[in-house]
């Protein structure tokens, strides 16, 4: 399935570089709440940030393939997590209220 899932998406492209950008944000404002929290990435389950990063980018694109039907969904979501991780006033509260399930049938 996952080499099934790999060449569709080398056929179709990329998906938005924001995309990289929102995972590289999340990695960071969840990183500090583990950190916060007195947690590891393991307790998270994952084997380390790289794990959550590899975990994240496969979400963009299973993200990329549900929401064909929506083409600018998945850059607009990407966007506003990015922005919403990224801002200096974010909380642990911005990383856990995200509905990572959401393929498009609510606003980012």
């Known amino acids: ?7 569709l ?5 990329p998906v938005p ?3 990289d950008a929102m995972c590289v944000e999340a990695a960071d404002l969840y990183g500090g709440c583990l950190d916060d929290w007195g947690l590891d990435w393991t307790a998270a389950g994952y084997d380390d940030e790289r794990a959550f990063l590899g975990s994240c980018e496969t979400w963009a694109w299973e993200a990329d393939l549900v929401t064909r039907d929506q083409p600018d969904w998945l ?3 990407c ?3 990015s922005a919403s991780f990224a801002s200096p006033d974010a909380t642990c509260d911005d990383y856990t209220s995200v509905d990572w399930n959401d393929m498009g049938e609510s606003s980012p």
């Open 17 to 19: 570089p924001s995309c």
């Open 75 to 77: 850059e607009t979501t």
């Open 9 to 13: 998406w080398a056929c179709e492209g």
């Open 79 to 81: 966007d506003a997590r």
């Open 1 to 7: 399935m996952l080499v099934f899932l790999l060449t």
